[in-house]
């Protein structure tokens, strides 16, 4: 290749470093009581009608309103002639739907005098804080075999249907077969259609049993013990499940938004990821994201993906709790990893958390029937975990590539902001990071799909260093520190889907692609970072030079589908920062399809990318 032809690829790598970069102890937390004087609260949710109201739901069969902190002493509904409380019956679950501001009505979930589940509609009164209790057109009732695993949580989804979770029906190890058993609605997730002629039940088309002779069509997914509290991340449509154990695991289970139903979460096969009785298989199970044993808490009550503002450092995060132990806890994804830390340790019987509509989040505590505010830090939060290769997102620091920092409360609403231009600038948007005290230049800051993250390049002044720390503040408030492992090198190839290799044609610099992929014996080139030291590297923040080329002080190879390719160039990709860039041959006999590509240098391979062979 020659030299003439790098500027034509230094203006088409922006675009696919989009691609490729963008998908991000002490008591973290504070309780502010706002309410008391509730029995049993066992739900509490927003209409979404701009009130900002919250509606707590006590087991007895009452609904309450509270508003600007103040309870009112009249009940929204009360049905308590309609259910028998106690144990784990009762009132148990509410669900205003989208619109509910022109439609007026809601739903519930409570158990019946005979014990078993329904689903029923209530409308709202002329007055706004009173429902008519004679409005009741009840939509399903679900017979209960024993007193306990009732579900309960209603939830309407980002597709407008109402989502029900039921209980196996109890007792002990559900020894009706229910949860693996598509014939009953018991231990399942259910999705229906409420809305579209109100008053009447319509089956989804897109459920995922329909036409399935065996199964109720009303199913959405199944294995479930007993649901207690599930929800929709506002910002993705993520659903997480947090299904109570048996005798030994609390289990958090996870479904993409894209998701066309259907799974199966184990239970009675597994508890948690775990074989439930003796050996089993786990052959078409959709295993928990976590689970946490019974040392740690008994009964797992869930909650919601935190989307709020007032507390930035735990945007992102999946906050629940256990009834038993009182403590809080959060989950959240950093890269490839679920990392789980303690909120707070409370000496609560956490019954139920909420929502409200600007998406702070609120607690209930069975014991003294109160409800508290979750309060947290505007400091932007991360872990060693979320700061990763912007290629490959393995943990780690290579000096003068480029990086990843999955952090939370860096930019509160969707979108990226970028660098205007070189060199990179050492802000963003009121963002700044610092390496070992080294001001870094940024790249970009970014919150998109829910994820929010700081892209940047590692400053080249810590080689040498085994660790490094950390910082990111946003408008003058800092993280803690957090240390991190610099290595020598650690190779990633950057892609356009996460899979298959950001490489170009050599002749005309066009995109390697299914309809136009590589053939044996031609140059091509491919893009990668974390690869080590250079020759005639520049200064942090500007881009390597074009002449002389920044070569690689170690040797790059390269093989496709076992082959080795010639390599013939393997250096800083000149006009860039951060960025290196592969020549290559490829190889003859290299097989056709898509093959695996394997980067190495320095004694560090990549992970392994995909390029698309013809013959």
Not at 271 to 298: I, K, R
Request: proline share 6%; hydrophobic share 40%; glycine share 12%.
């Amino acid at each position: 290749m020659s030299g003439n032809r790098y500027p034509r690829i230094a203006l088409r790598l922006p675009i696919l470093l989009a691609l490729a970069t963008l998908p991000a102890v002490a008591q973290e937390i504070a309780l502010t009581r706002i309410a008391t004087g509730l029995s049993a609260p066992t739900d509490i949710q927003n209409a979404g009608d701009g009130s900002n109201r919250l509606f707590v739901v006590e087991q007895s069969g009452v609904i309450r309103v509270l508003k600007n902190g103040v309870l009112n002493p009249d009940p929204f509904l009360d049905i308590r002639n309609k259910t028998h409380a106690g144990g784990e019956r009762g009132l148990l679950g509410l669900a205003f739907p989208p619109g509910f501001a022109a439609k007026q009505r809601f739903y519930v979930n409570y158990t019946d005098l005979n014990g078993n589940t329904t689903i029923a509609q209530y409308r709202v009164t002329s007055n706004a804080d009173v429902a008519d209790p004679a409005s009741e057109t009840v939509l399903r009732t679900i017979a209960q075999p024993y007193a306990n695993h009732n579900g309960g949580c209603l939830r309407f989804g980002t597709d407008g249907y109402l989502y029900i979770g039921m209980g196996d029906g109890g007792n002990a190890g559900d020894p009706q077969g229910n949860g693996q058993n598509p014939a009953s609605l018991l231990g399942k997730l259910l999705r229906l259609d409420v809305e579209t002629d109100p008053g009447r039940v319509v089956i989804p088309p897109g459920n995922p049993f329909i036409g399935n002779s065996a199964a109720r069509p009303e199913i959405w997914a199944l294995g479930l013990r007993n649901p207690w509290r599930f929800s929709f991340d506002r910002a993705t449509g993520d659903l997480w499940i947090a299904d109570v154990g048996q005798d030994r695991y609390e289990e958090i289970d996870f479904q993409p938004a894209a998701s066309r139903g259907g799974a199966n979460y184990g239970w009675n096969i597994m508890e948690g990821a775990h074989c439930f009785s003796g050996a089993c298989s786990t052959d078409g199970l959709t295993l928990p994201v976590f689970e946490y044993p019974h040392t740690e808490g008994c009964s797992i009550t869930g909650a919601f993906v935190y989307r709020g503002s007032a507390a930035p450092g735990l945007r992102g995060t999946y906050v629940y709790g256990d009834y038993c132990s009182g403590r809080i806890w959060g989950l959240q994804k950093q890269a490839n990893s679920y990392l789980n830390r303690l909120l707070i340790a409370s000496a609560m019987n956490i019954s139920t958390f909420g929502e409200d509509e600007a998406g702070e989040l609120y607690v209930a505590n069975a014991k003294d029937g109160s409800i508290y505010r979750i309060e947290g830090s505007a400091a932007p939060r991360f872990t060693a975990a979320g700061v990763v290769n912007a290629a490959s997102y393995t943990p780690g620091l290579v000096a003068g590539s480029l990086a990843s920092i999955f952090v939370s409360g860096i930019k509160d609403n969707a979108g990226v902001v970028g660098a205007a231009g070189l060199p990179l600038p050492i802000g963003l948007s009121g963002v700044s990071v610092t390496v070992d005290g080294i001001q870094t230049p940024l790249l970009s800051v970014a919150n998109q799909n829910g994820s929010e993250q700081v892209n940047l390049q590692v400053p080249y002044e810590i080689r040498g260093h085994a660790q490094a720390d950390v910082i990111v503040t946003r408008n003058g408030v800092a993280s803690a520190p957090v240390t991190v492992t610099v290595l020598d090198a650690a190779p990633g190839v950057f892609t356009s889907d996460g899979v298959h290799a950001v490489a170009v044609h050599a002749a005309d610099y066009s995109l390697v692609a299914p309809d136009h992929p590589l053939r044996a014996g031609e140059y091509a080139s491919l893009y990668a970072t974390g690869l080590g030291a250079a020759a005639n590297e520049p200064s942090s923040g500007t881009a390597a030079p074009l002449s002389p080329l920044s070569h690689l002080t170690a040797t790059a190879t390269i093989t496709i589908g076992d082959v080795n390719a010639d390599v013939t160039f393997a250096g800083l990709a000149p006009k860039f920062v951060g960025v290196y860039q592969i020549n290559f041959r490829v190889p003859e006999g290299v097989p056709v399809g898509s093959q695996a590509l394997v980067l190495k240098t320095a004694n560090a391979a990549a992970i392994p990318v995909q390029v698309w062979i013809a013959e």
